[in-house]
């Protein structure tokens, strides 16, 4: 317990680790939650873009140990096409009809005994290709004479839209110095160590479709997989694993996999199991998007930032998959990052190329966004002569300007930004680290410093993704708004506790948080409370944004958490208080009994007073239910729709970081040394440090990782080069820089207890740190990630950064 | 020598941590699938099938193995210790203990193969270095944690050995 005799904001140890740790946690691949399962592998396009003229299946479906084989012909006739929120006449299916649009979509459906008997039948299936000019490279997609992956669409570009808040023209005629920067952005992705995998079973009459996996979701996917399957929400039945080993985001891009077997699964009359392996993890699920992005940053001489203009271009891939455009807008209406930067342009296109289509990926959006902005903060702070840390601090939103409304709609809850960097600086040892660099540019060494702030948006409006349709779009589509969080907590007859969540954690710790939150309410320890936070999508009590993603488990799902806790603790102290003949303010919840408020020898067990609800309605307060079955659905504070100047608070939280490294690098062998990495984060309450901690480490390692080493990469003819994990270099442990880590938390006002999302952490901002360093050493601002050994030694010598 | 006709299944007895276990395998079953589809010893997970990311690590006669290179009939009589067998007579092991201390895992997915790993590099290395503890770690993949917590809890192993 902490100091202040609260759960909360102590360092308690997960509830989670011990199954982990002795191997007795369930994961999708243990299960088998119904008899009869086959198994399920698909026969993947070696080709990027391509006409399929035909599909013979007879070979492979003759195969002994085959129960059924599927085209995507097959699927297409069964269901409708999976809806997407940008109006394209696009079809997308989960299996390709046609035509192929990236190298590793999938083509064909081996259902059998086993999955080595299904791979063995894939290699029977006999398709007949005609290859089409691959389009691989964004810019060259959006050419006039570009081949079209969607004829109907008549172009690549799927989508186009502008934006212009205060008055970015006026800004930039006035400004003394304008930055202008452009760079290719390279995709990545996380990569969880457990891959995608689901288990489907369709049941007829009335039609009725299970699928047990390790989705993240529901979300507003769990509607458009209803909208493909052509069934009514509750008949389609999604159940999430009891434990999920990793996703960052890229488990919600499974969905359409989902479509797929849960489609088989009814047309095959047999449950279905399919469980993705690396290879196919690695050039058929999801990654962030590279993008090709510009930005102008206007400033007057003493620094201040008067104007941004951004110009965003992002390879979406082959399809456009919802949630995009999101990724994209989740920092819209944040254009202005932690400045108090009022005028600002933003053109945003979509692209489709013969790549994976993309999804969530840790920092959605982030790593992107902040790219732009930092690196021209950085750009800027050169060109005007004015050091890197106090160009920001001239531009900070000040700590007493909050709440503070950004210009482009989002509301910022929290911070200190000054006291932030401050602090960074501090920790970076700063004043003597500029001397160190000044000497070792002198000697003629590499050395550079480079700084970058980031915001975090977390609990997330569902209404941002409307953005991507005009006010008038967005009118007829009629309203789109809020966030919502649930959480139900039970008692059963023995007296013993239950908390679920619905959060469909991948490694967070969310049983750990909500047994603290539920303990302090209760009068319990964390021990004493079961959490379950899976999800059944027709038993639990969920709503549209129930699932994992942009940080909504400490901004949203724990104030439900609380209100929960805290309505279950007002019934127990009205039945305690019956029973000890005072009033229901007189009575406290405390080390596991109901008591009366100073004299602590006046009490009742918890368990007994809780069981009686259940055992005992009559003798329950007048008026009371009985039972304890208490569900809490919250939707946070202001997260209106936008409007019509396309302003939406994105957003419940926004925490702050501030990360500064300083590297050195080897000219004769472009090798990066980072011998400084301060990062200082803002997370609001902190509700556990060892948590927070392990996600701030865990979001550095993926942004680092990011920064330079990993990339998907594809040739110019569409094959994807990082197919498996020889190829797409994860980090590992030699190569993980130190961190130092501090904090300045400001309690978050949009929160009961004060909590900010957090978890992206440096995942945003470690490529465009680790950028502004290298752009420092070398004295030049065309630098682009991932920077490898081959790319920084290109640019040390004068190149392009060509890898 | 011994020919295999494919679709045959072999019977194969292992031990597997202390306790006899028996199942049928094909030529081609990786141990990994045998482990977990044959034997229903689910602890042991499987990363990539490809040998890089170290999750599906186990210990075969005194070594730590990733179970997806070897075939199922490779190890007919062999000893196997699974994370199912670290925690001996239901108590944590002082790793397990000093992971779930320093936090060491998120999802917990790769956990398993990195405990074995671990478990027999501080028998063969008592007192290794941070580098070298990030060296034998490098046989791992972790996507959640960056591996802080587990070079900590690790140290913090090796200090308490005599």
């Known amino acids: 317990m902490s100091a202040g005799g609260f759960w909360v904001g102590a360092p308690v140890p997960r509830k989670e680790d011990e199954a982990l740790l002795t191997g007795h946690a369930r994961f999708i691949d243990d299960m088998e939650p119904v008899p009869g399962i086959r198994h399920a592998a698909l026969l993947r396009s070696p080709h990027a873009h391509a006409e399929i003229r035909s599909v013979d299946l007879t070979r492979a479906a003759a195969h002994p140990g085959v129960h059924g084989v599927l085209s995507g012909a097959d699927i297409a006739a069964a269901i409708g096409p999976i809806p997407s929120a940008v109006r394209v006449p696009i079809d997308y299916y989960p299996m390709a009809v046609g035509k192929v649009r990236y190298a590793g979509e999938p083509v064909a459906l081996i259902a059998a005994e086993d999955r080595y008997v299904a791979e063995d039948a894939l290699e029977l299936i006999e398709v007949d290709y005609r290859p089409l000019p691959p389009v691989i490279d964004p810019k060259a997609a959006m050419d006039d004479d570009a081949a079209l992956l969607h004829e109907a669409v008549g172009s690549n570009v799927v989508h186009h839209r502008e934006f212009r808040y205060g008055d970015p023209e006026t800004a930039f005629a006035e400004a003394d110095r304008i930055v202008r920067l452009d760079w290719t952005f390279p995709r990545y992705s996380s990569t969880p160590m457990e891959t995608c995998g689901a288990i489907a079973q369709f049941e007829p009459a009335p039609d009725r479709y299970t699928i047990w996996s390790n989705f993240q979701g529901p979300f507003i996917l769990h509607a458009l997989m209803c909208g493909a399957l052509r069934v009514p929400g509750n008949r389609l039945r999604l159940i999430t694993a009891p434990q999920s080993g990793g996703s960052f985001g890229i488990k919600q891009g499974m969905y359409p996999y989902m479509v797929l077997l849960a489609a088989a699964s009814r047309l095959l009359g047999v449950p279905l199991k399919w469980i993705e392996d690396r290879l196919e993890h690695l050039v058929g699920s999801s990654s962030a998007s590279n993008r090709e992005d510009a930005v102008e940053a206007a400033f007057r001489s003493d620094g201040t930032l008067t104007g941004l203009r951004f110009r965003n271009t992002v390879d979406v891939g082959a399809y456009i998959r919802a949630p995009e455009p999101a990724s994209v807008y989740r920092m819209h209406s944040a254009s202005n990052g932690a400045y108090r930067v009022r005028n600002i342009a933003v053109d945003n296109r979509l692209v489709t190329t013969n790549r994976l289509p993309i999804g969530l990926n840790r920092g959605y959006g982030g790593p992107q966004f902040f790219f732009a902005l930092e690196r021209a903060m950085d750009a800027g702070a050169r060109a005007l002569g004015i050091d890197i840390a106090e160009i920001r601090r001239r531009n900070f939103v000040p700590a007493d300007a909050f709440p503070y409304r950004a210009p482009a709609g989002a509301l910022y809850d929290a911070g200190d930004y000054e006291a932030a960097l401050d602090r960074t600086l501090d920790l970076a040892g700063y004043a003597a680290l500029c001397a160190e660099r000044d000497r070792a540019k002198a000697d003629g060494w590499l050395f550079g410093i480079g700084l970058a702030t980031a915001i975090e948006p977390s609990g997330s409006n569902m209404a941002y993704v409307t953005l991507a349709q005009t006010p008038e779009e967005r009118a007829r589509a009629g309203g789109r708004s809020g966030g919502l969080g649930t959480c139900t907590i039970s008692i059963d007859p023995s007296g013993s506790v239950t908390v679920k969540t619905v959060s469909t954690p991948a490694g967070q710790g969310h049983a750990t948080v909500a047994a603290q939150v539920a303990a302090d309410a209760l009068g319990l320890t964390p021990d004493d409370i079961d959490v379950v936070t899976e999800i059944d999508t027709l038993t639990s009590a969920w709503s549209l944004a129930s699932g994992n993603y942009a940080n909504r488990f400490s901004s949203v799902v724990v104030d439900a958490i609380g209100n929960a806790a805290r309505t279950v603790a007002e019934k127990i102290r009205m039945i305690a208080a019956e029973d000890l003949e005072v009033a229901a303010e007189d009575v406290e919840l405390a080390d596991g009994t109901a008591r009366v408020v100073g004299v602590p020898e006046k009490s009742l067990p918890f368990r007994r007073v809780a069981a009686k609800a259940h055992w005992h309605p009559a003798g329950l307060p007048e008026g009371m239910a009985p039972g304890i079955f208490e569900t809490a659905v919250l939707s946070p504070p202001g997260l209106g729709p936008p409007d019509e100047q396309d302003r939406v608070a994105s957003a419940v939280t926004f925490g702050f970081i501030c990360d500064l490294a300083a590297v050195e690098i080897d000219p004769g062998t472009g090798r990066i040394e980072i011998g400084t990495y301060v990062s200082v984060h803002d997370v609001g309450k902190v509700l556990n440090p060892l948590i927070v901690e392990g996600q701030i480490v865990g979001g550095f390692a993926h942004g680092i990782a990011g920064a330079l080493m990993e990339e998907m990469v594809y040739d110019e003819d569409g094959n994807p080069l990082s197919g498996s994990f020889a190829d797409y270099l994860c980090i590992t442990a030699p190569e993980m820089p130190r961190l130092t880590i501090g904090h300045v938390d400001t309690p978050s006002p949009h929160t009961a207890l004060g909590a900010k999302g957090m978890g992206d952490g440096c995942s945003m901002l470690a490529p465009v740190a680790i950028a502004n360093a290298v752009a420092d050493a070398l004295g030049r601002e065309d630098v682009e990630p991932p920077f490898t050994l081959n790319r920084v030694w290109d640019l040390v010598a004068g190149g392009g950064g060509a890898g | ?162």
């Open chain 2, 1 to 162: 020598m011994l020919r295999i006709a494919p679709g045959t299944r072999h019977r194969i007895s292992v031990t597997v941590n202390g306790r006899p276990h028996a199942g049928f395998a094909e030529a081609r079953t990786l141990l990994s699938d045998f482990l977990r589809h044959e034997l229903k010893l689910f602890g042991t997970h499987v990363g990539c099938e490809h040998g890089v990311c170290g999750a599906c690590t186990v210990n075969i006669d005194g070594r730590a193995v990733r179970s997806c290179l070897r075939f199922a009939v490779q190890v007919d009589g062999a000893e196997i210790r699974t994370v199912e067998g670290l925690a001996e007579g239901g108590a944590l092991s002082p790793l397990q203990e000093a992971f779930r201390r320093r936090h060491a895992l998120q999802c917990g997915f790769c956990t398993a193969g990195i405990l074995i790993s671990a478990t027999q590099f501080l028998e063969t290395s008592p007192n290794p270095t941070e580098a070298e503890v990030r060296d034998m770690l490098s046989g791992h993949i972790c996507r959640c944690t960056g591996y802080e917590g587990m070079v900590r809890a690790i140290l913090d192993v090796a200090g308490e050995t005599p």
